[in-house]
Every structure is written in C-alpha cells, then in structure tokens.
C-alpha cells in the first residue's frame, strides 16, 4: 500500500525563521516520483517541486530546499528565513512510477503559519 | 503562464440536486483529473480521464458521478443527486503527458456547498 505521512498538523514560527516539514512515505515500488504542493489562503495548490525515486540529489530553490532520503524514505521541504506569504498548508504527494492515472496519494498537509 | 481555470469558485445547491463542475484544462495537455477536499482534510484522487474515457476512478468515484469532455476544450464532473457529504472543495487538473513524466497542474477549486 502507499502511504504518506506528514506528522506535523500545525507549525508557527516567527518571521525570518527556517522551518523544515517533514514528508514520510510508503510505497513497494522501487520506482516513484514525490511532489510537493502549496496551498495558500486563496485555496488553490501550487505545484513545488516534482522528485523520482532515482534522483537522491537535494535540491535548492531560492529559500526552498528539498532532501530526498530513501534510506528514512522522507522527502523534507525546508523553508529558509521564512515569510509572512510562505503562510499556507503544504502537501507532500506521492505516485508510483508504472500509474498511467495520475493517481497522486496526498499526505494530510502541514499548516505553516508565518508571524510577523 | 497557461492555467487550468474552475467555474464557479463557488457553488451552493440543496440535496438531491445535480451540479455540473465546469473546467478548462491547459490547451496543450492530454491528461485530465478530479480531485476534492473536504474541508479540513487531505486532498484525494476522483478520477483521471484520457483519450475520452476515465483511466481509473477511486472508491469515491460512485455512480453518482460522471466525468465528460463534451467540446475538446471543457471538462466536467457532473454529480447527479448531491448529497451532504458531497461538500467540498473540487480540483480540476491536467497534465502535458502522464503524471509519472509531467507534473499536475491545478485549478483554483470549485467549493461545492450543498444544503
């Protein structure tokens, strides 16, 4: 079964703070790819960064940085010196490589909250 | 930069009507999908649609609903006779080619309030 974890419902932190939120997955497929969507006040989701299973290589984006573990089977988004407008829930998403449906397995979503 | 775009953002409508979800995927993308939210919760796969037919469809997906293509350019989930636990928030999304090699890119939503 595939499964998504993300453990942490709620995080508040004050302005200019990192944050790192944290993803456990599941799945038996040796092949996958993991996302990341934002979704603001407004309601809508953001896609963030897409990651296959073969690809352990962290990557940097601006102030958002991803770390990929398959050894802890975690794919951690780390926001640094945070903003009021990084204030969102934040899903992390998981699909086996072999879906042709799209069938993408949200985690519950972290609510980050950002005080001035 | 292209958008999948929902109407209405917002719907209200009384048990054991039908509601028609209206969506305009991206024009170049094949691939097409339904998502909801209940208020609160996480974000969980309906159905996904290509080629004119529904590539797999979750649990969720009853005979309640359809999904149609009707002009080459709309997307529609249609429910037939709502009920209370149909409210919540539904995501239209496309994608270039299969999401295992492009990413889904969503609508803002349509929040579907039935009373």
């Known amino acids: 079964a595939q499964k998504v974890t993300q453990a942490q419902t709620e995080i508040s932190v004050v302005e200019k703070e990192d944050v790192t939120l944290d993803c456990v997955y599941e799945?038996?497929?040796?092949?996958?790819?993991l996302f990341w969507y934002k979704q603001p006040p407004s309601g809508e989701l953001v896609f963030l960064i897409r990651r296959n299973s073969f690809d352990e290589q962290n990557e940097i984006s601006g102030r958002y940085s991803w770390n990929f573990q398959k050894s802890t089977s975690s794919f951690n988004f780390t926001i640094t010196a945070s903003q009021v407008v990084d204030s969102a829930v934040y899903f992390c998403a998981l699909i086996h490589g072999s879906s042709n449906t799209g069938k993408l397995i949200f985690g519950q979503g972290t609510t980050l909250q950002v005080k001035p | 930069e292209p958008e999948v775009t929902q109407t209405p953002s917002h719907q209200v409508t009384q048990m054991g009507q039908e509601v028609i979800l209206r969506c305009v995927p991206i024009?170049?993308?094949?691939?097409f999908y339904w998502y909801r939210q209940i208020l609160g919760q996480k974000v969980e796969f309906l159905v996904s649609f290509y080629n004119n037919e529904i590539s797999e469809k979750s649990e969720i997906f009853d005979d309640q609903f359809s999904v149609e293509r009707p002009d080459g350019s709309n997307f529609t989930l249609k429910i037939r006779s709502t009920k209370l636990e149909d409210s919540a928030m539904y995501f239209c999304a496309s994608s270039e080619n299969r999401a295992i090699n492009s990413p889904l890119h969503f609508g803002n939503g349509t929040r579907l309030t039935v009373t």
């Open positions: 024009s170049n993308h094949l691939y």
């Open positions: 799945t038996r497929d040796t092949t996958y790819y």
